[in-house]
T-cell receptor
Framework: QQQVKQSPQSLIVQKGGISIINCAYE??????FPWYQQFPGKGPALLIA?????SEKKEGRFTISFNKSAKQFSLHIMDSQPGDSATYFC?????????????FGQGTRLTINP | DTGVSQNPRHKITKRGQNVTFRCDPI?????LYWYRQTLGQGPEFLTY????????KSRLLSDRFSAERPKGSFSTLEIQRTEQGDSAMYLC???????????FGPGTRLTVT
């Protein structure tokens, strides 16, 4: 119940295309869903996040779509650029003993071909 | 405004040795988290501090691991009698009390030979 399943494991998109990464969860106690971007040798960087009472959130070229009934959420990267090539992690947050503990998906390695 | 910093960035040690990592959170962030990330996987929660109090520890944190946050500022993570399975990236994150966003440091990559 604490797992977050992410797909696909790897994704290749042409420059200018749309990149779509999907995640699914089981635990309805999760109350916050961030996406992180990670470059090799670096720590994860917070990209965008959503609460379950919102169905969509857009920030620049990045959009999260959230389906509460299906317990699924996805990241869309519009007009994908070579600089977007990185590993993306979805996560879900659950409050435990005062902390917002993050449970991460397995990651998606995104490659944008020029 | 400086982000979360971690030292050292890389550590190579022989099996059986003790290692200690340091994390300096963003100033005024009273919550501090440690995560472990193995190759090709997402980070996994290890432990959490609110100020100087360690409030939660994962089952991943065996008795060879100990974490401290004296005075509620920087934190240290010590691994005693390292094993090859401890090889991973150790990540630190911090957040404020009022917000859920967690900001990660660059990590310490540990290699146990």
């Amino acid at each position: 119940q604490q797992q977050v399943k992410q797909s696909p494991q790897s994704l290749i998109v042409q420059k200018g295309g749309i990149s779509i990464i999907n995640c699914a969860y089981e635990n309805t106690a999760f109350d916050y869903f961030p996406w992180y971007q990670q470059f090799p040798g670096k720590g994860p960087a917070l990209l965008i996040a959503i609460r379950p009472d919102v169905s969509e959130k857009k920030e620049g070229r990045f959009t999260i779509s959230f389906n509460k009934s299906a317990k699924q959420f996805s990241l869309h990267i519009m007009d994908s650029q070579p600089g977007d090539s990185a590993t993306y992690f979805c996560a879900a947050s659950i409050r435990t003993q005062g902390a917002q503990k993050l449970v991460f998906g397995q990651g998606t390695r995104l490659t944008i071909n020029p | 405004d400086t982000g979360v910093s971690q030292n050292p960035r890389h550590k190579i040690t022989k099996r059986g040795q003790n290692v200690t990592f340091r994390c300096d959170p963003i100033s005024e962030h009273n919550r501090l988290y440690w995560y472990r990330q193995t190759l090709g996987q997402g980070p996994e929660f290890l432990t959490y501090f609110q100020n100087e109090a360690q409030l939660e520890k994962s089952r991943l944190l065996s008795d060879r691991f100990s974490a401290e946050r004296p005075k509620g500022s920087f934190s240290t993570l010590e691994i005693q009698r390292t094993e090859q399975g401890d090889s991973a990236m150790y990540l630190c994150a911090s957040s404020t009390r009022d917000r859920v966003e967690q900001y990660f440091g660059p990590g310490t990559r540990l290699t146990v030979t």
